[in-house]
């Protein structure tokens, strides 16, 4: 049986993930064959998934707890991961995840500081066991440009809703873990063309998978 290879996508707000995640599934939907690949992201993935990510992004009537919020994203992780991602990688298929735990870790973790590091990987190893992404692409923009990219008639969610000073946390934890594992992690210049950011991205994997 082939071994799957797993591909997370990280980044700040308005960092151009979306945009990248598209290309790559035009990319992977002219390259090979439906059951050789899987897209999710997170939060999300399942319809109970969906669901946390509702209450998680667009919920009105009450504003979560930040510990609540660290329990909804692992619990659609957990769902995420059980019953999509580790079956796919199990039949040796490449998963392709728009966010996994590294966004807990920056988001959470160094933004929130609901908890420090160390017990946010515990928790996450719980909850997913030893999976870790073979291959993060961290597309890494300053909260500053992020903030100027966003339209001002743009409805935000809950997370983007934040100021400037929460997003300055979050690329700090992105920085700080892309450091700790510059193997896994390619970091690339979130200001460049989506065109030239594919480029970068479109090697790597073939590198990789090749």
């Known amino acids: 049986m082939k071994k799957g290879f797993f591909i997370t996508i990280e980044g700040g707000e308005a960092c ?60 659609a992780r957990a769902q995420n991961t059980h019953t999509r ?64 990219r966003k339209k001002s008639n743009e409805a935000l969610d809950r997370i983007e809703s934040e100021g400037i000073e929460f997003h300055k946390a979050v690329a700090r934890g992105y920085d700080y873990i892309s450091s700790l594992e510059n193997n896994r992690f390619c970091t690339i210049d979130a200001s460049l063309s989506p065109e030239e950011i594919f480029k970068i991205i479109k090697s790597e994997i073939e590198k990789r998978i090749n």
């Open 16 to 75: 151009g993930k979306s945009t990248q995640v598209n290309l790559l599934k035009d990319y992977f939907k002219n390259n090979f064959s439906e059951d050789d690949y899987l897209f999710v992201r997170e939060p999300g993935g399942t319809p109970l998934a969906e669901e946390i990510r509702n209450l998680l992004l667009f919920y009105k009537e009450e504003k979560p707890l930040p510990i609540t919020e660290l329990l909804l994203f692992c619990a």
């Open 85 to 148: 991602i580790i079956p796919a990688l199990k039949e040796g298929k490449i998963v392709i995840a728009d966010r996994f735990y590294d966004s807990t870790l920056a988001y959470q973790g160094e933004a929130r500081k609901i908890m420090d590091k160390s017990q946010l990987l515990n928790l996450t190893q719980t909850i997913i066991g030893d999976l870790k992404p073979d291959l993060t692409f961290y597309l890494k923009l300053s909260p500053e440009e992020a903030f100027k």
